[in-house]
């Protein structure tokens, strides 16, 4: 079992940053693919980013490339979400996930799917202003 919480959503406005902070408690954290999810009001929950056991692989949705950085600090149980140039279009509540589905670590496909993921977070929000 695995919990997830997410902090760091928060106000900011057109072109700001924000650092998404999931914390996860158990011992097997580094054995977990890990993703960004985001899901605006109205909408279906869509894939940002996610990020493999050790942190070498990355992968994100196109509307996040070279703005977005995901990363994991395994001793600390702890994935990160660098968001910068925020657009009003990246309001959203965000969630991590965990997973240990076979291939997230080292599949796109497989990581971009909400299916793929075992544990989620309860969500943060991020809100961008113009």
């Known amino acids: 079992q695995v919990q997830l919480v997410e902090s760091g959503g928060g106000l900011v406005q057109v072109g700001g940053s924000l650092r998404l902070s999931c914390a996860a408690s158990?011992?097997?954290?580094?054995?977990?693919?890990m993703g960004w999810f985001r899901q605006a009001s109205g909408k279906e929950r869509e894939f940002v980013a996610a990020?493999?056991?050790?942190?070498?692989?990355?992968y994100y949705t196109d509307s996040v490339k070279g703005r977005f950085t995901i990363s994991r600090d395994n001793p600390k149980n702890t994935v990160y979400l660098y968001m910068g140039s925020l657009k009003p279009e990246d309001t959203a509540v965000y969630y991590c996930?965990?997973?240990?589905?076979?291939?997230?670590?080292?599949?796109?496909?497989?990581?971009?799917?909400?299916?793929?993921?075992?544990?989620w977070g309860q969500g943060t929000r991020v809100t961008v202003s113009s």
């Open positions: 990020v493999s056991y050790s942190g070498a692989i990355t």
């Open positions: 158990g011992r097997t954290f580094s054995s977990y693919a």
């Open positions: 996930a965990a997973s240990r589905v076979s291939g997230a670590a080292t599949s796109s496909t497989i990581a971009r799917r909400t299916g793929s993921y075992d544990y």
